[in-house]
């Protein structure tokens, strides 16, 4: 899930006052922008967070425990045929446990073997 850019007065607090100005300039205008370009990288934080609450709860589109989901914002994504093999997904799994060390004990999971 990526929830995107959410320019926000909190995120200037301590930048130059020209940085403040441009932010504040651009959450000001961002509604807008997102209604003219909904392909923006910037969301407001309102849109993020229904965006969120879309890939946290909803059962309609996504189904009830959705598995390799992949969203920006609340559009469905199709990853590249590399990501979905799942050959690399395994050597990638077990190279990750060799390299973190991970040993009996070590974890809560049923079949991380």
């Known amino acids: 899930m990526d929830p995107g850019g959410m320019p926000t007065a909190d995120i200037a607090r301590d930048s130059p006052l020209g940085t403040r100005v441009v932010i504040a300039i651009l959450a000001f205008l961002l509604p807008f922008l997102n209604f003219c370009f909904p392909s923006l990288p910037f969301r407001t934080t309102q849109k ?42 395994e050597r990638l799994w077990e190279g990750s446990l060799k390299l973190a060390g991970l040993r009996e004990g070590d974890t809560v999971l049923a079949k991380w073997k």
């Open 48 to 89: 993020s967070a229904d965006d969120l609450y879309f890939a946290s709860f909803d059962e309609k589109e996504l189904g009830i425990h959705p598995k390799a989901v992949t969203l920006d914002g609340s559009k469905r994504l199709v990853t590249s045929e590399e990501s979905r093999d799942e050959e690399k997904w």
